[in-house]
Nanobody, 119 residues
């Protein structure tokens, strides 16, 4: 069973920056893709960014050029650097980790961290 601990959310003004972290522990197998999703009030959860073990990444169009995802494979930790934050970035951000267990992929979610952007 993988445990995810998120940190780094908070309140920030528009144009500001925040850095989210998510540390995965307890895995006895391979940690595959790691990523961040977010859910704003009244909206569906959406992908923000994902990164593979080799460092390839994909971003939602709405955050390209402003957010950067990275990971430390030795520590099974994923980061999300968020710059030039906009009001529309306000949401609960969830860490998502995929563990490869033999031929299966098991998905884990963090508890979520609130990011609030104010004007």
């Amino acid at each position: 069973q993988v445990q995810l601990v998120e940190s780094g959310g908070g309140l920030v003004r528009t144009g500001g920056s925040l850095r989210l972290s998510c540390a995965a522990s307890g895995s006895r197998f391979i940690i595959n893709d790691m990523g961040w999703y977010r859910q704003a009030p009244g909206k569906q959860r959406e992908l923000v960014a994902v990164i593979t073990p080799s460092g390839s990444s994909n971003y939602a169009d709405s955050v390209k050029g402003r957010f950067t995802i990275s990971r430390d494979n030795a520590k099974n930790t994923v980061f999300l650097q968020m710059n030039s934050l906009e009001l529309e970035d306000t949401a609960i951000y969830y860490c998502n980790v995929k563990e490869k267990v033999f031929t299966r992929v098991v998905t884990y979610w963090g508890q979520g961290t609130q990011v609030t952007v104010s004007s």
